[in-house]
């Protein structure tokens, strides 16, 4: 490094870094900070250009943790920083960009080194490596050099604008922070006894918090690309210098190369929710970034200034759980809200959506009160639709959004009212036009059945069927192959359960082997069998229970509204008989018989060769004549997501898996702790 361009290969023999690492010992005000600061570099862009840097520069890392503990030279380097910054955030000129590459040079070593640490060393040491102080610094004072770095990197954040020639700044400041709260990664004890997470959330940073969180959610709605405009006719070099090596770069046909991800986005959100799912259970260790985000309220526009950005954070009602009043910001909710929709086939953004769907009241009621609420969903059905690519987390996301989504009964009205032409990505069946509510149905259909025959997750059944059940009551002209497919549903669960019925027989009934030696071990394992069999059992009729009542209640609800579902039904009648005596079934059986019944008798008095669509009429008009009176009434279906206990169990793994997989950055996977690397990639558990 220092004043030419380096590259990868270099980067072990530099003499600039060598010195850094040795036993010297460095002031902040050496002259050597202006050499080695003085470099050009393209910086990596993905995780694959990170693990080389690292592979590069381990040896360099490993004898500067090691010498530091004498020299404190990583003090002086942040001291240099810190130095930069406030010239940097007092210049009136922003376009002189010396300020911005030496700051960010500065700050590209110290996230390579503290990367080197949180992965290598204990939280005490890695503490220790922060508070060692040069010898040579006699009248230096005694401050805590992490919080000023925390703080500065707020600042930043928070103070300076995002321009092209500070884009990289703002996502080197977002890298660092992600890469010093990744310590959790490598060290999988509680947060909360983690020395730079109590920094974090009890230091002098997290007085500003609130105004961190609201930057962090503008830089996820903006989705800038790192700059294109700067490409001049000075050439690649100069270019290099003002974009830090991220932007847009000359190719060898003369074209530009333009980077097609919001890297500032991505990272911010990745960093939002690493600061909002950590400290969440831990007595006495308060979380602001979690409660900012869980009360930040719509700006609706009002909010507009000119030059640097103005940022306002107000105090809303005391938190239940702590009793202290919350700090939290506004923001366009309706640019929010458009970026969520363009973005949830990303992992990262459905995880978000559900943390705001579940404890933002704000944001829940502004999605609820949406014209354009298939915007929202028919992205998460394509999540739900394409399960076979997806992990079971973002599946269950998704799944989970649509069941709070269903809580609301004008939601279950309205996408009834949405109708949708040509959904090209539903393969199943041309349906021409449905509406919004009939695609739902028979995405979460598909759910079960993809359920049934590859996950087997219980868990997984019951949030589809809750949210069936919970907008049974509003269902409204179903598509016919809606109607089809969920009588083909029970169809299917009838004939499983028939299945199991006769192996369960077949297993009691089998004769032990006479004379053997393996008798009682032959025995254990008939019997573990059975139970297995009984079990599954016993969890099919949940379903079956719950596929009845979602049918029953929209008979009772909405029976003239669903002639498709009656002929569909009696069509294919004879399902039902199989459980007229079921203890479990026979109840509510009795409901859907008299329906049957009814309709079966107005279609005997009819001509015996009525046509699919005389048939349609004669169910049309018996619908209008049925008396409701005639049914047994069963309580409404209405079910309410509640998260499990310990939700930092589930949360804090996944989270952290999203920054491995989707941040560009790389972690060295032999070190991970908090994650399996299979179970992240594929179907997590």
Known sequence: ????????????????????????????????????????????????????????????????????????????????????????????????????????????????????????????????????????????????????????????????????????????????????????????????????????????????????????????????????????????????????????????????????????????????????????????????????????????????????????????????????????????????????????????????????????????????????????????????YHAQEKNSHHIYMALIILLILSEDDSFNRAVHEINLKNVAWFKERSVGEISLGGLLILVVIRTIQYNMTRMRDKYLHTNCLAALANMSAQFRDLHPYVAQRLVSLFGQLQKKHSRLVEQIKDTSSAELPDQSADHSDTETDIDYASSRLIADLAVLEEVIRMVLEIVNSTLTYSLQHNANLVYAMLYHKELFGHFRTHPTFQDIIQNIDTVLSFFSARLEQADKNLSVPEVAEVIKQGALQFRKDRLKKFPELKFKYVEEEAPEEFFIPYVWSLVYHASQLYFNPSRIRIFSLHSSSSAAS
């Open 1 to 384: 490094m220092g004043a030419e361009s380096s590259s990868l290969s270099e980067l072990a023999s530099n003499p600039h870094l060598k010195q850094l690492a040795s036993s010297e010992c460095l002031t902040p005000n050496d002259p050597f900070w202006n050499q080695l600061l003085s470099f050009t570099f393209h910086i990596p862009r993905t995780s694959a250009d990170q693990r080389l840097l690292e592979e590069s520069t381990v040896t360099i890392c490993k004898n500067f943790a090691i010498n530091n503990c004498q020299t404190g030279n990583f003090g002086s380097l942040v001291r240099v920083f810190l130095t930069r910054a406030t010239e940097l955030k007092s210049s009136n000129e922003l376009e002189d960009n010396i300020f911005t590459w030496q700051t960010y040079n500065a700050l590209f070593i110290i996230r390579n080194i503290c990367k080197y640490f949180v992965e290598n060393l204990s939280d005490e040491m890695l503490l220790q490596q922060f508070e060692m102080t040069s010898p040579k610094a006699e009248a230096e004072p005694k401050e805590d050099i992490m919080d000023l770095l925390l703080c500065c990197l707020n600042e930043i954040l928070v103070d300076v604008p995002v321009l092209g020639y500070t884009y990289a700044l703002h996502l080197e400041c977002v890298n660092l922070l992600l890469v010093l709260l990744s310590i959790q990664m490598f060290q999988p004890s509680p947060a909360g006894q983690s020395s730079f997470f109590k920094h974090i959330m009890q230091g002098k940073c997290s007085i500003h918090a609130c105004v961190l969180m609201k930057t962090l959610i503008q830089n996820f709605v903006k989705q800038e690309m790192a700059p294109r405009e700067l490409v001049t006719a000075n050439g690649a070099g100069l270019f290099s210098v003002m974009t830090l090596g991220i932007g847009p770069r000359l190719i060898s046909s003369g074209e530009v190369e333009v980077l097609d991800v919001p890297l500032l986005a991505t990272q911010s959100l990745l960093l939002t929710l690493v600061l909002a799912n950590h400290c969440t259970s831990e007595s006495g260790l308060h979380n602001p970034y979690r409660q900012a985000l869980f009360a930040f309220t719509n700006s609706q526009g009002n909010y507009v200034h000119a030059g640097r950005p103005k940022h306002e954070c107000v105090h809303s009602a005391e938190d239940s759980d702590s009793n202290q009043a919350i700090a939290t910001f506004k923001t366009d909710y309706t640019a929010f809200y458009d970026v969520l929709c363009n973005t949830l086939k990303e992992d990262q953004t459905t995880l978000l959506l559900y943390l705001l769907m579940h404890r933002n009241s704000s944001i829940k009621a502004f999605v609820m009160s949406r014209t354009n609420v298939d915007q929202l969903v028919v992205p998460l059905l394509k999540i739900l």
